[in-house]
């Protein structure tokens, strides 16, 4: 004779069911996050950085251009202190024009490598949203028969149980030298 399955809580079942939801619900909100944070940075990469950086230097170099007129005017009115704090912000200039070219670059750099850095990541997390949105939707779907399942056996043993003489009659009934009743003679 099969085992009877031996189900303690059909609520603990379903509670588990909800969880399965909520954590399938959460996680794919947390991908959708991901998803959208690696194409806005594309984006970032792609458009706002080149022109960020180009108006940059676009900036400095006018910049630079007027601390070199004003340099060269210092240097005509024969001013030598005028001149030294001329000379350091040309320098100065000079400097963050070079910061912001390798900046430019480095940006550039990032725009040419962003795809194959990040595509093998991006390629997982759509693997998991697959199986999140996927797997564990038939997995909850599954759950959803087992419940149903496991709720009907339940109200057919309930009903079963209902039918049967209490297994003391059984017992006080055999005792008296009656013939036990058909169900019981079919289990033993």
Do not use: C
Not at 100 to 106: C, G, P, R
Not at 170 to 180: I, L, N, Q, S
């Amino acid at each position: 004779m099969p085992e009877r399955a031996k189900v303690t809580s059909l609520e603990a079942i379903e509670n588990f069911r909800a969880r399965l939801i909520i954590y399938r619900d959460k996680a794919g909100r947390v991908l959708d996050e991901v998803s959208d944070g690696v194409v806005r940075t594309r984006l970032w990469l792609e458009t706002d950085r080149p022109t960020h950086w180009e108006n940059q230097i676009r900036r400095l170099t006018q910049e630079l251009q007027q601390r070199q007129q004003e340099l060269f005017s210092a240097q005509l009115s024969g001013l030598s202190e005028t001149s030294s704090m001329q000379q350091a912000a040309v320098q100065k200039a000079r400097r963050a024009i070079r910061e912001a070219e390798q900046k430019m670059y480095a940006a550039n750099n990032w725009r040419r490598q962003f795809d194959h850095k990040v595509e093998p990541v991006a390629h997982q997390v759509e693997k998991l949203r697959h199986t999140l949105g996927h797997e564990l939707g038939k997995a909850v779907a599954r759950i959803n028969e087992l419940i149903k399942t496991l709720g009907d056996y339940a109200e057919s043993a309930q009903g079963h149980a209902a039918t049967m003489p209490a297994p003391a009659a059984v017992a006080d009934a055999t005792e008296a030298g009656a013939p036990p009743a058909p169900e019981e003679s079919a289990r033993s």
